[in-house]
């Protein structure tokens, strides 16, 4: 075997399997999932099932051929329709100096992808549609907008991979605090603040609020100093500040840092409902899929501290009527908040106390994936930024 067909694991259809191997002669016969029920009222959660209907009940998906479908009562075998060798050969075009996780995902990338076209038989016209989409993601992506990351939003990638990303396996009762998507409206270099300042500014309605809360060591409950707390949200209109050219630079952003106490506070607005823009391909697929653009209530958070894992995250408003309903699929229950009355201060209609829970780099790499040294957390600091 040489370099460039170094044995790669990749799951297709329910099975693993040695990429590089001799896919051709080494066919399983594994039987493919049935059909689902069909979706009533758009609230059934059942899993769409790709493969043809009138393969899904006795299909047999041949393992190492390409995604090719060969059914048990059918003659003409579609394993016969399609060039068995071609997606190995892709495979295995990886150079040598490939590294070993671009060589494994890529793999894994062109096998599932290649499955999905053979399994739904993409024509040339929907390759080109889908093609055009994201180039018209690109095309509309600025500095104060990422259009191709709001397109993975409305399918779920980016809420999948934050949870695979940041998803501790310890079970212990005790957790850090639970990650959100960073979505495609957070700035870098939000200005500093002083505790018990406001983020808002012009903006004399809205439902002016008082947050506060300390920022602990999920293990020992003890404060952690130094802690910067980078926080955004929209508008009552629903707009973030460089959406909106009415809003001040900056306007309901800010960054905060606690002391010894790990206590935090500051003034905000109860943020509200709104829909993602939707003059883009985000918006053009959501109408193709009959889906709404909205998003519940919600203020974003980054926490950060030195020797401990940074937190991209979001605190969900339980009144808003998307809390169930949301069009990226962010909402976590530990993420849900109760806004209460506050009385005597004449800044403030509501307050939110929320304590947030870090884990430092070692604990991380104990049970997480990535993220776990500074220099790996450094690295996806510097990806969003770049973003």
Not at 75 to 98: E, H, L, M, W, Y
Not at 250 to 276: E, M, Q, V
Not at 370 to 381: D, N
Request: some cysteine.
């Amino acid at each position: 075997m040489t370099d460039t067909q170094q044995p790669v694991r990749v799951r297709q259809n329910g099975g693993d399997h040695d990429v590089n191997s001799e896919a051709s002669s080494q066919q399983a016969d594994n039987t493919g999932p049935s059909s689902t029920n069909d979706l009533r009222d758009r609230g059934v959660s059942n899993p769409i099932n790709l493969v043809p209907e009138q393969h899904s009940s006795n299909a047999n998906l041949a393992n190492g051929i390409n995604g090719g479908i060969n059914t048990r009562n059918n003659d003409s075998a579609k394993t016969d329709r399609f060039d068995p060798n071609f997606t190995q050969n892709v495979i295995n075009a990886t150079g040598s100096k490939a590294s070993p996780r671009m060589r494994k995902v890529m793999a894994s990338l062109i096998q599932h992808i290649h499955d999905f076209a053979r399994e739904n038989e993409i024509t040339v016209d929907e390759w080109m549609k889908g093609v055009e989409m994201i180039n018209e993601a690109g095309r509309m992506s600025t500095a104060v907008r990422n259009e191709g990351q709001l397109l993975c939003d409305v399918i779920g990638l980016e809420s999948l991979v934050d949870e695979i990303t940041y998803k501790l396996t310890s079970e212990s009762t005790s957790l850090p605090t639970s990650t959100a998507i960073l979505g495609p409206f957070w700035r870098a270099d939000a200005p500093r603040r002083e505790m018990d300042t406001s983020t808002v500014h012009n903006i004399p309605d809205g439902d002016h609020t008082y947050m506060y809360g300390v920022v602990k060591d999920y293990l020992t409950g003890e404060p952690v100093e130094g802690a910067e707390l980078d926080v955004w949200h929209t508008a009552p209109n629903g707009l973030y500040e460089q959406q909106d050219e009415n809003q001040i630079d900056f306007n309901l952003r800010g960054r905060f840092t606690t002391g010894k106490d790990g206590k935090y506070s500051f003034y905000c607005l109860r943020p509200t409902s709104y829909p993602i823009p939707d003059d883009g391909p985000a918006g053009k697929l959501l109408a193709l899929l009959d889906r709404h653009p909205m998003r519940p209530a919600h203020i974003h958070f980054i926490v950060s501290a030195p020797n401990y894992k940074p937190i991209v995250t979001q605190i969900f408003d339980r009144r808003d009527k998307h809390i169930t309903d949301d069009a990226v699929f962010a909402v976590k229950e530990s993420l849900i908040v109760d806004f209460l009355p506050r009385k005597g201060d004449e800044k403030a209609n509501f307050e939110l106390e929320y304590n947030f829970n870090l884990a430092t780099f070692e604990e991380a790499k104990k049970n997480s994936l990535v993220g776990t040294t500074e220099e790996s957390a450094s690295s996806a600091i510097g990806a969003i930024g770049s973003g």
